[in-house]
């Protein structure tokens, strides 16, 4: 039988690190039913962070899909008479600043998300990074201020960051009961009731209760205080709560509420504590009631390839299939993965589907939706939901599969080039061929990690996103693929860019007995366009002056020219080239002649162009004890840092900067030496800026010095 869409719930749980995604994703797999044993993270029994070393370091690397049913509503953990079984498919992302990426993806292919805050340190600094990824991506969400057990355990604080420091809406649906160690239940301010959860059984079974007499007055302030945000979303009530505000029935309050969170005109906020086993029940309600279902989405948007018109595919079986590839993964027991989202129609288990990229039919020889630690089986997927194809030959992250007689492409994903490299060689010879298969595997489950060869040095040079990103990339070309390798210092990776427009006329002639070579062009070499990656080529040849057979070589000579730039060989991201003129020969000239004068004439002309070293500069955020402050600021300041905020946070101070990513390497042991162990900072890729020239002559000397 068909599943009812409505009932399905595609969410993500993002946080900052140690917020206890990890924790609280266990208990939800509990709850479920599929996990019956709980794990606790930091003993390495952990069912999510299946992968050894993140169990190892513990945190959560990969963002794995999972699947589970909560059926809703109950009472005390038996069913209602109306209850119904929900599909939720969960997506673990990770809260580590280097897998941004990872957050990205999950978001785009989620309908609603989980904001885990930890009760005592409030809004962090990646909670920032990630909320504002949500809010571009226009997620809904609730938030969840996990950890009210510990010490300091602050929900109304919270709250009030969420609105200051996230610019959020956020209003509590639930008040605490009990402090800290005490804590033990929450008042529903919807429905006006208490709640206290067993400890016997993993508080699977609760008991209602009467609100506690010491809090009746605050329950009164926040209830009224739901009640007006959700009428002043929502007309029809506003006009019943000018009235008769106890008229507002709790049906009502419920419908108003989950229309202003899928609007994000508000975000509901509950408590809890997943580690003591309260209030993650109360969540999985609060997800059913309030977090869109994939119906509730608009319709995706993409081209049609062959017409290359805009079409939609609306969340119906009935429509083709298209879906969206978001992660590519290998499980040590079915082998390569592609975990896809499903916008339209369905796909059955042995069929063929087209991927747009390559224009090629792939047959999905099996379907699969994960348990965490086990795979089920589908014989088909519908609109709306999580699975993860088997038997495909080339699918990458962010391709579209789709009805081969109704191709569409949707929006690919953007990923940010990878800004930080070390060399690579493998220990031992005989694994030269082991390493290269290793690296091409995970690259391509990865966009932001790259292999290329240093063409200077013929050195094998993987490239990331931090230098974690690649300690862990080493760390499973080990554990995964067995083998070892020798590392090089982490580098840098600049790129060049030009910086002003040039004119300049190139001939390149050959005379060597027989057939030379000739080829003549003049053009003018500038800037990219605002906004414009790679080579933006305009060929503006008049009268033939050049054979049209010969533009696309002068094209393709400009665009590999781009690859090595003319000061230190890295990359260019972005120019213009417009052809003006230039001049064959009957004999000599051929395709080849006009790529070399390309490529010759684009060197050439850099100088003139101002070509410029780009290095990536990084935001950091340090969390210090005042006393720190003036240390940490004059040590930043050394860095090149530049400051861009300082304020307050939960006791401490924030230091926000940015600073040339050169100058990072080994921070975290500055760090800790200036602060006795006492400061955190996180750090993430914000831009690409001109390298002053001193730091410029130094990159051009090294790289001259390897080429020597
Ligand atoms: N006291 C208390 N500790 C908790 C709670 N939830 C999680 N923790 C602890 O906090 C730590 C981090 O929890 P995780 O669940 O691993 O956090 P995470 O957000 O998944 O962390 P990353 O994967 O590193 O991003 C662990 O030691 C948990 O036991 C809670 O409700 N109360």
């Not at 962070?49 to 059926?71: K, L, N, P, V």
């Amino acid at each position: 039988m068909a599943r009812d869409l409505l009932l399905t719930r595609n969410i993500g749980i993002a946080a900052h690190i140690d917020a206890g995604k990890t924790t609280t994703t266990e208990r939800i797999l509990f709850y479920t039913g599929v996990n019956h044993k709980l794990g606790e993270t930091h003993e390495g029994s952990s069912t999510m962070d299946w992968m050894e070393q993140e169990a190892e370091r513990g945190i959560t690397i990969t963002s794995a899909a999972t699947t589970c049913d909560w059926i809703f509503p109950k009472e005390n953990g038996e069913p209602t008479e109306d209850a119904q079984s929900y599909h939720f498919n969960i997506i673990d992302t990770p809260g580590h600043v280097d897998f941004t990426v990872e957050v990205n993806r999950s978001l785009r292919v989620l309908d609603g998300l989980v904001f885990l805050f930890s009760a005592v340190d409030g809004v962090e600094p990646q909670s920032e990074t990630n909320w504002r990824l949500a809010d571009n991506y226009k997620v809904p969400r609730i938030g969840f201020v996990n950890k009210m057990d510990r010490q300091g355990a602050n929900f109304l604080e919270v709250n009030k960051q969420v609105k200051e420091m996230l610019g959020s809406n956020a209003v509590p649906i639930v008040l605490p009961i009990g402090d800290e160690g005490d804590f033990r239940g929450v008042v529903d301010l919807v429905r006006n009731r208490a709640v206290v959860w067993h400890d016997e059984n993993f508080g699977a079974t609760y008991d209602v209760v009467p609100i506690p007499e010491d809090m009746k007055e605050e329950v009164r302030e926040y209830r009224a205080l739901l009640i007006e945000e959700v009428a002043s979303y929502d007309e029809n009530l506003l006009e019943k709560f000018m009235e008769d505000e106890d008229s507002i029935t709790e049906q009502e309050v419920h419908a108003a509420l989950r229309a202003a969170v899928m609007d994000m005109a508000i975000i509901p906020m509950v408590c809890g504590s997943s580690f003591k086993n309260k209030g993650v029940q109360f969540l999985l309600d609060a997800v059913c009631r309030y977090l869109p279902s994939p119906m509730d989405r608009e319709s995706v948007i993409g081209v049609n390839p062959d017409t290359d018109k805009e079409e939609r595919r609306r969340p119906d079986v009935k429509e083709p299939f298209a879906a969206l590839a978001f992660k590519i993964a290998t499980d040590p027991f079915v082998g390569r993965l592609a975990f896809f989202r499903v916008y339209s129609g369905r796909l059955d288990a042995g069929s063929y589907i087209l991927n747009n990229r390559s224009g090629k039919k792939e047959r999905i020889s099996r379907i699969y939706q994960m348990h965490s630690n086990k795979q089920n089986a589908l014989d088909y997927i519908e609109a709306g939901d999580i699975g993860a194809a088997v038997g495909f030959k080339d699918i990458k992250t962010g391709d579209t599969m789709s009805d081969e007689k109704h191709p569409i492409v949707l929006e690919s994903m953007d990923f940010p080039d990878p800004v930080i490299g070390i060399a690579v060689e493998p220990k031992t010879k005989a694994d030269v061929d082991k390493m290269g298969m290793a690296l091409s595997k995970l690259a391509e489950e990865d966009p932001t990690f790259t292999v290329r060869t240093d063409e200077a040095s013929g050195q094998t040079i993987i490239s990331g996103m931090g230098e974690l990103h690649l300690d862990i990339i080493v760390d499973r070309m080990r554990r995964e693929f067995k083998v070892e390798v020798n590392q090089g210092a982490p580098q840098v990776e600049y790129k060049e860019a030009i910086t002003r427009a040039a004119q300049h006329r190139e001939v390149y002639k050959k005379q060597s007995g027989g057939r030379g070579k000739f080829a003549d062009i003049q053009f003018t070499l500038e800037p990219a366009d605002e906004g414009k990656t790679g080579l933006d080529f305009i060929s503006a040849i008049k009268g033939g002056n050049i054979p049209k057979e010969f533009i696309p070589s002068i094209e393709k000579g400009f665009k590999q020219a781009m690859v090595n730039g003319p000061l230190a060989g890295y990359e260019v991201d972005a120019m213009k080239v417009t052809l003006t003129d230039g001049s064959y020969h009957d004999v000599d000239s051929d395709q080849l002649s006009f790529e070399l004068a390309a490529r010759i004439g684009f060197r050439n002309a850099a100088k003139a162009a101002k070509a410029v070293i780009m290095e990536p500069i990084m935001k950091i955020e340090v969390i210090t004890p005042e006393e720190n402050m003036g240390d940490i600021v004059g040590d930043l300041n050394r860095r090149r840092g530049q400051m861009s905020d300082m304020g307050d946070r939960a006791g401490a101070k924030t230091v926000k900067a940015t600073v040339p990513l050169s100058e990072m390497f080994g921070y975290v042991t500055t760090l800790r030496t200036l602060s006795s162990g006492r400061a955190t900072s996180t750090m993430e890729f914000s831009h690409y800026a001109e390298t002053p020239s001193n730091i410029s002559e130094e990159v051009i000397a090294a790289a001259k010095g390897v080429e020597s």
